[in-house]
């Protein structure tokens, strides 16, 4: 999972967030990020570590 704080030089990455069917993740982001509207991108690999999928736009959060 990437996050993107929107017109800011602030990003996050997210390595092994959770599982593809998990259905929610609630995700730590630095304190500069905190109130900030963060833009979140998503890819998810296979159970073996060896191919990614296609990055996806999630949306907006705030």
């Given amino acids: 999972m990437l996050i993107a704080a929107k017109d800011q030089p602030l990003t996050t990455f997210v390595e092994n967030a959770a599982m593809r069917d998990a259905g929610t993740y609630t995700a730590n982001v630095p304190p500069q990020m905190v109130g900030q509207d963060l ?8 159970t073996l570590g060896e191919e990614v999928s296609n990055y996806v736009y999630a949306g907006t959060i705030i």
């Fill in 39 to 46: 833009y979140v991108w998503l890819a998810f690999r296979d």
